[in-house]
């Protein structure tokens, strides 16, 4: 059962446009919602993170929307450019449980020039 | 060091062979994570050292995969008599922070080991 869906598997944009990247999860112990950026052979490198007391994170041009009641949060790079082509995690954890994250299965992003 | 270092960068072994794969992570982090990566899957758990605490090994997919952490600080994973299925990059993540704060928590990852069995 897979505990944190995300979507959509790969999304183009054009420069200049917004990239949206949806997850949902199940679990509602979960309490810390990072999302990693990876780039091809490197290791994901944690971007921006929010918990769930707080409905939205801004950091640059990296915006992370929070819906407790829909167990749904996104992730949205506004002003896309192409050196943020790369894949996208968001993941969960319940930081009194597991203490493990666990990751949806990456949006591969392509940001035309 | 700066960073998690992991070695090889990349291994070809036969099947049926056995392959260690090693992890160095961040002086000072308490908190070690190996996990798979296979196209189009995700990150796929293994398994989670904490210090003295006896690990979760409960993402590991067969007893032929086992891991150990000496002195709390470097890691190796191993896989026995290994199948095509196990082609995968390897992935180790150290951590300073277990339980949740008031900060930003975060695994730091290496570059990974890209394993292909042939």
């Known amino acids: 059962q897979q505990q944190v869906k995300q979507s959509p598997q790969s999304l183009i944009v054009q420069k200049g446009g917004i990239s949206i990247i949806n997850c949902a999860y199940e679990?509602?112990?979960?309490?810390?919602f990072p999302w990693y950026q990876q780039f091809p052979g490197k290791g994901p490198a944690l971007l921006i993170a929010?918990?769930?007391?707080?409905s939205e994170k801004k950091e640059g041009r990296f915006t992370i929307s929070f819906n407790k009641s829909a167990k749904q949060f996104s992730l949205h790079i506004m002003d896309s450019q192409p050196g943020d082509s790369a894949t996208y995690f968001c993941?969960?954890?319940?930081?009194?449980?597991?203490?493990?994250?666990?990751f949806g299965k990456g949006t591969k992003l392509t940001v035309n020039p | 060091g700066a960073g998690v270092s992991q070695s090889p960068s990349n291994k070809v072994t036969e099947k049926g062979k056995d392959v260690e794969l090693r992890c160095d992570p961040i002086?000072?982090?308490?908190?070690l994570y190996w996990y798979r990566q296979s196209l189009g899957q995700g990150l796929e758990f293994l398994i989670y050292?904490?210090?003295?605490?006896?690990?979760?090994k409960s993402g590991l997919p067969s007893d032929r995969f086992s891991a150990e952490r000496t002195g709390g600080s470097v890691s190796t994973l191993t896989i026995q008599r290994t199948q095509q299925e196990d082609s995968a990059v390897y992935l180790c993540?150290?951590?300073?922070?277990?339980?949740?704060?008031?900060?930003?928590?975060?695994?730091?990852f290496g570059s990974g080991t890209r394993l292909t069995v042939v």
């Open positions: 993540a150290s951590s300073p922070v277990v339980f949740g704060g008031p900060g930003v928590y975060g695994y730091t």
């Open positions: 050292f904490q210090g003295n605490s006896a690990p979760d």
């Open positions: 993941a969960a954890i319940s930081q009194g449980g597991s203490e493990k994250l666990v």
């Open positions: 679990n509602t112990a979960f309490d810390y």
């Open positions: 002086s000072g982090h308490t908190a």
């Open positions: 929010i918990r769930p007391d707080v």
